[in-house]
Antibody
Framework: EVQLVQSGAEVKQSGESLKISCKGS????????IGWVRQMPGRGLEWMGV????????RYSPSFQGQVTISADKSISTAYLQWSSLRASDTAMYYC?????????????????WGQGTPVIVSS | QSALTQPPSASGSPGQSVTISCTGA?????????VSWYQHHPGKAPKLMIY???KRPSGVPDRFSGSRSGNTASLTVSGLLAEDEADYYC???????????FGTGTKVTVL
């Protein structure tokens, strides 16, 4: 069974750094891209970026380029989303999600597995 | 890349059908066969319901169907059940620079 298990809720102050995680299991972690999706309170889903753990190729949404860093450690099948300096506007639920296998080469542009979400609260 | 446009809400009685639209542009919805739909119950992980415009993943009831005409995709839920009450989001491939774009979301209420 494919599972994406995310790290727990975070409460931080503005200006602090943060790294949240998403551990994949039940599939070949290095064969699938993995992405991050933001949902701000009362708002819709927003795609942030994806990474291919096999070679660390990373693609960002233009809206999030330079605002966050996506990384992965294939030795422990874990992807990360990182901020160097949080803002109150980063308060949101963050989901990791796995696109279809060989997303780019085979045109599988959908997310077939999702993590449970990590709530991040940033106070000013 | 702007979010795809969905109606904020839709509703229907049990057993009826409801159709949700998702309007984009030729650079996303209309340009590629990569539209997907997700069901999101608050507090839970989103669930893939439709991919590649009209394909259903294994385990998704055939009450859910997808289609597209021009730059507008649609999700139809037939034979509404109470458990179908949720938020629904469309998504589309948006080219090599943006990859994905989501819709604004539609809250479906089963009356």
């Amino acid at each position: 069974e494919v599972q994406l298990v995310q790290s727990g809720a975070e409460v931080k102050q503005s200006g602090e750094s943060l790294k949240i995680s998403c551990k994949g299991s039940g599939y070949s972690f290095t064969s699938y891209w993995i992405g991050w999706v933001r949902q701000m309170p009362g708002r819709g889903l927003e795609w942030m970026g994806v990474i291919y753990p096999g070679d660390s190729d990373t693609r960002y949404s233009p809206s999030f380029q330079g605002q966050v860093t996506i990384s992965a450690d294939k030795s422990i099948s874990t992807a990360y989303l990182q901020w160097s300096s949080l803002r109150a506007s980063d308060t949101a639920m963050y989901y990791c999600a796995r696109p279809g296998i060989h997303m780019i080469t085979s045109g599988r542009y959908y997310f077939d597995s999702w993590g449970q979400g990590t709530p991040v609260i940033v106070s000013s | 890349q702007s979010a795809l446009t969905q109606p904020p809400s839709a509703s229907g009685s049990p057993g009826q059908s409801v159709t949700i639209s998702c309007t984009g542009a030729s650079s996303d919805v209309g340009g590629y066969n990569y539209v997907s739909w997700y069901q999101h119950h608050p507090g839970k992980a989103p669930k893939l319901m439709i991919y590649d415009v009209s394909k259903r993943p294994s385990g998704v009831p055939d009450r859910f169907s997808g289609s597209r005409s021009g730059n507008t995709a649609s999700l139809t839920v037939s034979g509404l059940l109470a458990e179908d009450e949720a938020d629904y989001y469309c998504s589309s491939y948006a080219g090599s620079n943006s990859l994905f774009v989501f819709g604004t979301g539609t809250k479906v209420t089963v009356l």
